[in-house]
């Protein structure tokens, strides 16, 4: 694989290169470093909106219709649809699809669908990379859209410079659900499906808790109500995330927060490249050795921990020398 | 110790017929092989589909078809795999005459799956046919 060229094509506008370098990329293929250091300083860091909130609430719809807007502005887009894979089989349906078919054959979108994988926080682990390829390739807003379901999958905090997290009314303690983790990480909410009964006990119910809070430091999360599938009050929801695009563009809080992420980004490709490094090295059966020795106890998963650690640092040392 | 590479597979509803129970049980049983397979929904045009492949960089492509415009629709998807220098593995399933088999295989179609094909059998064919990347 010649992950020159690859970079060169996506930033010369080639989409199948880039589907090509996404693939490689979430397979962890040995040599995309390469191409994300080249892509890497190309791409513009062109805003990315995220959107989450538990299965069914209408999030791929909403994409569809905030896509349209913005792709009758003239903007290109990206969008980046996450669902879940299987923990047991580690196969998945990708079905976010289905919402968007009105999308496929526009030649300004470009979608990808992605299986969680590894990652365990609603996004997959090479959601970053991803969002940076589409960069590169020239579209000018990234839609990132995952699953939100319980109270810890906030991953998309790393990634998105605008979060929107959706929910529907008549769900019982939907509030309940989402008050501890995705309430801390919303800029706009949205009721969904308002034309249901409860719609606005749930929009108060949230404006309730948001008012609790006692300094947003410029920007107080607006509860909005939606119908996506007719289209109402998707105008209002545009207006809203162009209104935050700016506001955090100029936000003095916003190198922090691109900074954290970053740090997070770094740690992780260190541990991940490591954790390659010492088990590129171990066959099947030693692996198993070590597994049955923990299972007898005679070792424990901490000891050998070190030990595997302990032994790659010294190996650098040697080569180093 | 490298992991083994994911298969992504499509699963396409091309044309204007609503049965999909066939294509999702499909779709299923590729999931649980530990594939990762992309629905496309019903009523999709061959343009449609190749974008959506093309985006998706799927290894293979599953097209479903039971209304009988298997003959216009595959061969048109076929056609346009070429013209965007894909390359992907192609099965058909659905209601397909057998005096159709031998056109389809022109075309490029490398299976035809009818109904009572064991599903071991499907994920079996994708297992060995689906090539490296080069």
């Known amino acids: 694989m010649n992950f ?31 191409a994300m250091k080249l892509l890497y300083e190309h791409a513009r860091g062109v805003p990315v909106l995220g959107i989450t909130g538990p299965p069914g609430v209408g999030k791929s719809t909403i994409v569809l219709e905030i896509a349209k807007r913005m792709r009758a502005q003239g903007m290109k887009l990206g969008i980046v649809a996450i669902d879940p894979t299987s923990p047991i089989t580690g196969g998945a349906i990708l079905g976010d699809r289905i919402r968007m078919t ?34 590169a390739l020239g579209c000018d807003t990234i839609i990132v859209e995952t699953v939100g379901a319980g109270q810890t999958q906030v991953d998309i905090m790393g990634m998105a410079d605008t979060i929107v997290v959706v929910t529907m009314p008549g769900t019982g303690d939907e509030v309940q659900s989402i008050k501890a983790g995705l309430l801390e990480i919303a800029d706009i909410y949205v ?17 309730s808790m948001l008012d609790l809070v006692e300094d947003w430091h410029g920007w107080k999360p607006p ?24 506001f955090a563009g100029d936000s003095e809080h916003l190198a922090s927060r691109k900074k954290a992420q970053l740090r997070r980004e770094l740690q992780e490709l260190v541990s991940r490249d490591i954790t390659r490094k010492i088990f590129d090295n171990i066959g099947m059966k030693e692996l198993d050795d070590m597994l049955c020795s923990m299972l007898e106890r005679k070792s424990s998963p901490y000891s050998e921990a070190e030990r595997m650690t302990a032994e790659l640092v010294r190996k650098k040392h040697v080569t180093a020398r | 110790m490298q992991m083994p590479r994911k298969i992504r597979v499509m699963i396409a509803k ?17 999931r649980d092989a530990g594939m990762e397979v992309i629905y496309t929904g019903l009523h999709q045009t061959p343009e449609q589909i190749v974008q959506a492949a093309l985006q998706e960089d799927v290894d293979a492509i599953g097209l479903s078809c039971l209304s009988g415009a298997h003959d216009v ?26 005096e159709d088999l031998p056109m389809l295989k022109k075309s490029g179609i490398a299976a035809v799956f009818g109904p009572g094909t064991a599903i071991e059998e499907i994920v079996k064919f994708h297992r060995e046919h689906i090539k490296q990347r080069t």
């Open chain 2, 73 to 98: 629709l595959f061969p048109r998807v076929m056609e346009l795999i070429k013209e965007n220098g894909m390359d992907v593995l192609v099965t058909a399933g659905g209601i397909i005459p057998k």
């Open chain 2, 14 to 30: 091309p044309g204007l017929d609503g049965h999909d129970r066939g294509a999702k049980v499909v779709a299923r049983a590729l």
């Open chain 1, 191 to 207: 009721v969904n499906k308002c034309d249901l009964t409860g719609a606005m006990r749930t929009v108060s119910d949230i404006r």
């Open chain 1, 223 to 246: 509860v909005l109500q939606t119908n996506a599938r007719e289209g109402k009050g998707i105008s209002e929801l545009f207006d809203s995330i162009q209104k935050h695009h700016a």
């Open chain 1, 102 to 135: 009105e999308l496929f054959a526009d030649p300004g979108v470009f979608i990808r669908s992605m299986g969680s994988r590894g990652g365990s926080g609603g996004l997959s682990s090479q959601a970053g990379s991803v969002v940076r390829i589409l960069d």
């Open chain 1, 4 to 34: 020159r060229k690859l970079a060169d094509d996506i930033m010369k506008g080639d989409r199948k290169s880039a589907a090509r370098l996404i693939s490689l990329v979430e397979d962890e293929e040995e040599g995309c470093g390469e």
